[in-house]
């Protein structure tokens, strides 16, 4: 699990709308990367007044060593069951809070954490992204409570 805090500099993708409507694909994306590594582009679309933001890091499934199988799915589905300053419930009602969903997954190729806010909660979504990606609670009754749900027992 320290292993995918190591890869968090992978790419952030920004769905931004807000605004009057936009001709669709009209814009190209507008791309930068940080001075930490970090690769953002940004896509503008001023349909809807949304956000939506989504981290990929190259921690999927096929960077598990063979007896680590599951190991990135259970990591990303755990970033939205609390962090260290506040707990999966108080987590799950500030996203609730704000109207939005906030969910990880992993694919073969990468670790997500996703969510979708209204424009107006930008700074407050991607403050509450930061904490799960940078404060992870990775408590052992998190880990087998989900490897439970993930099994199906």
Known sequence: MTG???RLTAVALLLLSAGPPATVGAAPALERTLDNG???AVFADRRYPIVQVQVLVAAGSRHEEPFEGGAARLTALLLTHGTTSRTADQYAKEVEALGATVAGDATRDFATLSGTFRAADLARGLELMSDAIVNPLLDDA????TRR???GN
């Open 142 to 145: 998190s880990i087998r409570a």
């Open 4 to 6: 995918l805090r190591t």
């Open 38 to 40: 970090l690769h953002v």
């Open 149 to 151: 749900q993930l099994v």
